[in-house]
């Protein structure tokens, strides 16, 4: 409008830690753009202060969103789908408002669920995951489109690195296991849960200890199988004395003949082979960190027999392998006492 001020921009940088100076008002507007050459469904989450909302597109429609509670800060998260997706190169606008008619957001509902209970199943339509009752840890992940049941066995584990001078220990840049297995985060590697559902996403939130926990999300609107799981480690005891190399392993049902593919540099993906390498004969002196690889953007195994393949992809860079026949096992914070490079290095 004539006289009116312009429109200050604000990125949200941070989204990906849940920091958006932006969103902590009553009132705000979104832009969210598609840098991809195609079509892109989302459901976009910003962290707010209120728990009342209503979110209006660029055509003044009001359209469904969820507030979600957050397990561990003094904000909440307000989701937004756009089910029909975001243009190639292009950009949906939406308004948030406060309001506390029934035209608003839905705050969801939390429930609780008792450790040494039945098991229990949350599902969107296209995926049901399916959770242990006594461990609370993900055990079946189904694709109800196609009908594809996989035992899925996901958890957090660690390893215990070498940290004497003098030796090859772990550093900064190298991985250098004292053990050839891990140890579980606590006793059974049992966790406690919470569900938390909306109208638009249902979360299920795990605590394995006050320094591991993990929310796994599915989100309705989306109509491909993949389920979302965002961890949290650290800060990670080391009161004694003893460094941790923390994983997610993903243990599933998958003959995978010691097969498994990681991405070069974001790029085509190589194949991999447990303790081989395909130009010269490997003598085996790491058989942990030798079988470790680069993890750019995504991981995969895959039953040949089946045709079923499980892929992780990653939002960031990281180290994975499979050491076991079905598995995907990827680092995801290290902590270490006197290392290789003399560094007490933690990476969340």
Known sequence: KDGSSPLELQFCEYLNISVCPASQS??????????????????????????RFSVYNDQGA??????????TADFNTLYIPIPMGIPPL??????????????LSRYAKIYRHDKGGSDFTVKNGVVALTFDGTTGRLKIMSNL???????????????????NKGIQSSGAYIMSPALSYPYPINDGNTASVTIVEGNEVIEVRQIFENWVTQTIRLYKSYKWPMAE????IGPIP???????????RFTTNLTTNHVWYTDANGREMQKRVKNYRPTW????????????????????????????????????????TSLNDGEVELMVGEMRRGGADGSSTSFL
Not at 34 to 44: E, G, I, M
Not at 93 to 99: A, D, E, V
């Open 229 to 232: 799981f965002e961890f949290t």
């Open 90 to 103: 292009g950009f949906r606008t939406y308004f948030i408002r406060p309001s506390s008619s029934a035209h």
């Open 238 to 248: 080391i009161s004694d004395s003893i460094g941790k190399e923390v994983v997610s």
């Open 26 to 51: 009553d009132s705000f507007n979104v832009i969210v753009y598609n840098p991809l050459p195609q079509t892109y469904p989302k459901v976009v989450g910003f962290p707010v202060t209120g728990k």
């Open 62 to 71: 009001l359209i469904s969103s969820d507030v979600i509670p957050s397990s």
């Open 145 to 163: 489109v196609s009908g594809i049941v996989t035992s899925v066995d996901q958890q957090f584990l660690w390893w215990k690195p070498i940290c």
């Open 281 to 320: 004969s490997l003598d085996v002196t790491e058989p942990v960190a030798g079988n470790y690889y680069p993890v750019d953007s995504r991981i995969y195994i895959k039953d040949e027999a089946k045709q079923v393949q499980f892929t992780v992809l990653t939002d960031r860079a990281q180290g994975g």
